[in-house]
């Protein structure tokens, strides 16, 4: 089992930044891939950004792409998601999520990841 706590969430305005942070405990040995997921009211739990832990390999949601950036610290077992040019499209609360397989297939489904953050709120006003 893994612990993810969720930091860094916020209101921002438009075409601002905002990075979000997420610790990992537990069985952090195990885990493959991390990704960041957003969830909007009345919305499905859509993908946003994934990282392979080893090797670093990076992948992102159209809807993102050039404007986030997801890293990780593999010493403090934390991945970040660097947020510019925030829309207000982008307000949702967003989840940390691991996989604790060796899976190098599929990144983008929630039933890919085993361990969920609690879920850190961004707010991006016009």
């Known amino acids: 089992q893994v612990q993810l706590v969720e930091s860094g969430g916020g209101l921002v305005q438009a075409g601002g930044s905002l990075r979000l942070s997420c610790v990992a405990s537990?069985?952090?040995?195990?885990?493959?891939?991390m990704a960041w997921f957003r969830q909007a009211p009345g919305k499905e739990r859509e993908f946003v950004a994934a990282?392979?832990?080893?090797?670093?390999?990076?992948y992102y949601a159209d809807s993102v792409k050039g404007r986030f950036t997801i890293s990780r610290d593999n010493a403090v077992n934390t991945v970040y998601l660097q947020m510019n040019s925030l829309k207000p499209e982008d307000t949702a609360v967003h989840y940390c999520?691991?996989?604790?397989?060796?899976?190098?297939?599929?990144?983008?489904?929630?039933?890919?990841?085993?361990?969920w953050g609690q879920g850190t709120q961004v707010t991006v006003s016009s």
């Open positions: 537990g069985r952090t040995y195990s885990i493959g891939t």
């Open positions: 990282i392979r832990w080893n090797g670093g390999n990076t």
């Open positions: 999520a691991a996989d604790l397989t060796a899976n190098s297939g599929t990144y983008y489904r929630t039933s890919d990841y085993h361990g």
